[in-house]
């Protein structure tokens, strides 16, 4: 297909002076209000660079990868709701990307990447360091660019932060040939931009709102089933109204994690396969379903035909695609949470839902979150005792594996972008250099990177970038010397046959002292609560902590995969005289009951 | 710039469920660099099967209309549709399924012939309202237009004679102007 010619080329620009493509990148991303860039220079972007080295609007960081410049602009803009911005140069600049890029398209997160390419005579010459990064990333970006000429640049950059930010929001990606970033034009930013076909919906249609009020107001068994839709849109405030309004319980998915404060008496903590057994209890018994910005993700319906069965089944999104896409809903509604929830609010009643909040009630106290205590340290009871150090007042970074799932379960989540992870793409690595991009981004509550042994060691690189911009960031390692997830799964499903997941590591403390971090390190119960607090009580730039805990626990409750609530595991009862017979109590966490820990039962010390 | 369906098509269907319809998807988009690859990759990223694909330019020309024959049941084409109507560089997305249509399919078949079976093949082409395009001692091609049942039984009839080459477009459709009360 030929591109179209560019009629619409310099339209009367005031005489302005002549710019090369790299100084209308920069203005450009001014002009966006960019103020962090996370990159990695190179031969295809050194000209852009040049450009960069007198700018003092934009705080360029130098990864040490470009992987972790991904996931830094990631956490930014999870941290913040505005757009992370990547500049890395061609070839295997560039592919370093695509994992941050699929795991923001997968968890809709708004990026911008600028990628360097080779000159365009050069393109699909196998140029030295070339990849066609746009055929590359054509899936997992929600749109991206070529730029061919350097009169479209500007234009193209306006349509990229437009697209990446609105709508559902995604990765979009540019492309900018070594050539024509040293070729010169006059520099107009546009002001707006017009789509053809890209005009996001954000007002719900009122019929279908009505519609769904009126299942509401029929309901007495409901549930809030709500998902990162309603931290995208800034809905917490509109949730939260509704959910009181109603006295309809809320659970929430992992990205969904803020949007409701976990201490409030009608939360009932995550849903899915490690969900809270009374969650997944009340989704399974419910007679209404308002899911809310969430898609249905196979983590959290297990068994899409069993999943809330019984129920209707209302669904607000933004994105029409995720409607209907796994589970047929009863009422579906295009737009933006925070509006919907607004118009919803006004046309629904209180509902009569005592006997079903008792009901739940019940279910919190046969089934709270519970866990092995004693003194070889858990990771459960290092995640609680952050919650309560913190009070909820922290930003919390998680990566993938048994203490992402822990984190979601025992921290108790009370504010919305307050919890950061890779949950659709579960990409392990994630969590440090994201946590560096939320620092950037928000100075008003402590960030504090969760990772495992495993996940640490696969972006460990970014401590140097950490170290040399001082960042106050909290750096803790659960370390079990396993690929904890992977080894409960071979535990559970594959008779405990440890293929691969045992890890030799480093002296993780020293390690971390080497790059000119202060480092401390727990290894029994009674010292996890003093180190949280030294590390939390540091002021002078980053600090890391590695908890050594008991290397085989597992995460409960869980529904393996694919299938419904009647295979829930939970916790085991401690078997007397088993493993880890070690005098350890039982410790167990409800939502939306004062947390405490209470002791349930003993067992005997003779392993 | 006509596709050969062949490369798309990736499976046969499936065992008589009878929920998998055949739909025909009417695409605006427009002319972008690697604007097409965006619509042939979604088919194969989500594992959506193609029958057949043609695109060609319209009346506007920053933009062209592919037309794709595609089989799913209900949900899976809802679902075709939605995703296509997420890419930017799409102007319109139509179902023509549930409206009324018309379609057409052009089909190039060299035949072999003989002066035996050469007249018998003319006549063939005369039922069908199909042209002989070329000609040579050995072949005979002809160039059949119409729904696809039409082309798909001129095949069966030349069949007999052994085809050597054939070249389909593909159907493409346009959205009848009256529906239905005509």
Redesign the interface.
């Given at each position: 297909?030929?591109?179209?010619a560019h009629e619409e080329e310099s339209p009367a620009a005031p005489a302005g002076r002549l710019m090369t493509g790299a100084e209308i990148f920069v203005r450009s991303l001014i002009a966006e209000n960019v103020e962090v860039l996370f990159g990695y220079p190179g031969g295809a972007t050194i000209g852009v660079y040049d450009a960069l080295h007198d700018i003092s609007d934009i705080n360029h960081v130098l990864t040490r990868h470009e992987q972790g410049a991904t996931h830094a602009a990631e956490g930014y803009a999870k941290a913040t709701g505005k757009p992370g911005v990547v500049l890395v140069t061609s070839g295997p600049g560039a592919t370093n990307t695509v994992t941050g890029i699929a795991d923001a398209m997968m968890d809709s997160i708004p990026l911008v990447v600028f990628t360097g390419q080779v000159p365009l005579r050069l393109i699909g010459n196998d140029a030295f360091q070339e990849a066609d990064i746009?055929?590359i990333t054509?899936?997992v970006t929600?749109?991206n660019y070529?730029v061919?000429d350097v009169r479209e640049l500007a234009q193209t950059i306006k349509e990229a932060f437009y697209?990446a930010l609105s709508g559902r929001p995604g990765p979009v990606l540019i492309d900018l040939p070594k050539d024509v970033m040293a070729q010169k034009t006059t520099f107009d930013y546009p002001g707006s931009v017009t789509?053809?076909?890209?005009a996001p919906i954000l007002d719900g249609n009122l019929r279908q709102i009505r519609k769904a009020a009126e299942v509401i107001n029929a309901a007495s068994r409901p549930v809030l089933y709500v998902g990162g839709g309603a931290i995208l849109s800034n809905a917490a405030p509109e949730l939260t109204a509704l959910a009181r309004k109603l006295r309809c319980p809320v659970t929430t998915t992992l990205h969904g994690l803020g949007s409701f404060p976990e201490n409030d008496p009608l939360a009932m903590g995550m849903l899915g396969m490690h969900g809270t057994w009374y969650s997944n209890m009340a989704v399974h018994f419910c007679d209404v379903l308002i899911a809310v910005g969430a898609r249905f993700d196979d983590r959290v319906t297990g068994n899409v035909d069993a999943f809330a069965a019984e129920a209707k089944k209302i669904h607000i999104d933004i994105?029409?695609?995720a409607i209907?896409?796994n589970v047929?809903v009863d009422v579906p509604i295009v737009g933006d949470v925070k509006r919907v929830l607004a118009a919803l609010q006004d046309l629904v009643n209180p509902l009569e839902t005592k006997d079903w909040l008792r009901t739940i009630d019940a279910w919190k106290d046969e089934h709270p979150l519970r866990y092995r205590n004693g003194e070889e340290i858990r990771a459960q009871y290092v995640i609680q005792k952050l919650g309560e150090i913190t009070e909820g007042n922290a930003i919390v970074v998680t990566d993938v594996g048994q203490h992402q799932m822990w984190a979601a379960q025992f921290f108790n989540f009370a504010h919305p972008r307050t919890h950061i992870t890779s949950g659709g793409l579960g990409t392990m690595g994630f969590s440090l250099p994201a946590a560096m991009g939320a620092v950037f981004g928000r100075r008003d509550l402590p960030v504090i990177s969760i990772s495992g042994d495993g996940g640490f060691q696969m972006n460990s690189q970014e401590m140097a970038t950490i170290v040399q911009h001082r960042l106050p960031l909290k750096i803790f390692v659960i370390n079990n010397g396993f690929l904890g997830m992977v080894r409960q799964w071979q535990e559970l499903f594959w008779r405990r046959r440890y293929s691969q997941v045992e890890l030799a590591n480093p002296d993780f403390v020293r390690l971390a002292e080497a790059y000119g971090c202060t480092a401390f390190r727990a290894t029994r119960t009674s010292e996890v609560e003093d180190v949280l607090r030294k590390a939390m009580a540091h002021t002078d730039g980053p600090v890391f902590a590695e908890f050594v805990v008991a290397k085989e626990d597992n995460v409960y409750p869980m529904i393996p995969a694919g299938q419904t609530i009647n295979e829930m595991i939970d916790t085991p009862d401690p078997v007397p005289g088993g493993r880890n017979g070690s005098g350890d109590a039982i410790a167990t966490v409800e939502k939306g009951k004062a947390r405490k820990v209470s002791v349930h039962a003993h067992v005997p010390s003779n392993a | 710039m006509p596709m050969s369906q062949a490369m798309l098509n990736t499976q046969a269907p499936g065992p008589a469920d009878e929920k998998v319809k055949r739909h025909t998807i009417s695409i605006l988009v427009q002319n972008k660099f690697g604007a097409f690859n965006r619509i042939a990759g979604l088919f194969a990223a989500k594992g959506y099967n193609i029958d057949s694909l043609s695109v060609g330019p319209t009346e506007d020309e920053g933009v062209s209309r592919m037309t794709i024959v595609a089989r799913g049941d209900d949900q899976i084409i809802e679902q075709i549709t939605k995703q296509l109507n997420k890419l930017i560089d799409i102007v319109k997305v139509i179902d023509l399924t549930f409206e009324s249509f018309v379609d057409r399919e052009l089909v190039l078949v060299k035949v072999h012939s003989t002066n035996d079976t050469r007249p018998e093949i003319m006549q063939i082409a005369e039922i069908f309202r199909a042209k002989v395009v070329d000609i040579s001692p050995k072949t005979l091609t002809l160039e059949a237009t119409g729904s696809q049942q039409k082309v798909d039984a001129i095949i069966k009839m030349l069949k007999p004679f052994a085809i050597k080459e054939m070249a389909r477009t593909g159907r493409v459709a346009l959205k009848r102007e009256f529906q239905g009360e005509v």
């Open positions: 297909m030929s591109r179209q746009v055929g054509r899936p929600k749109h070529l061919r697209i789509l053809r076909n890209y994105d029409p695609s209907s896409k047929k | -």
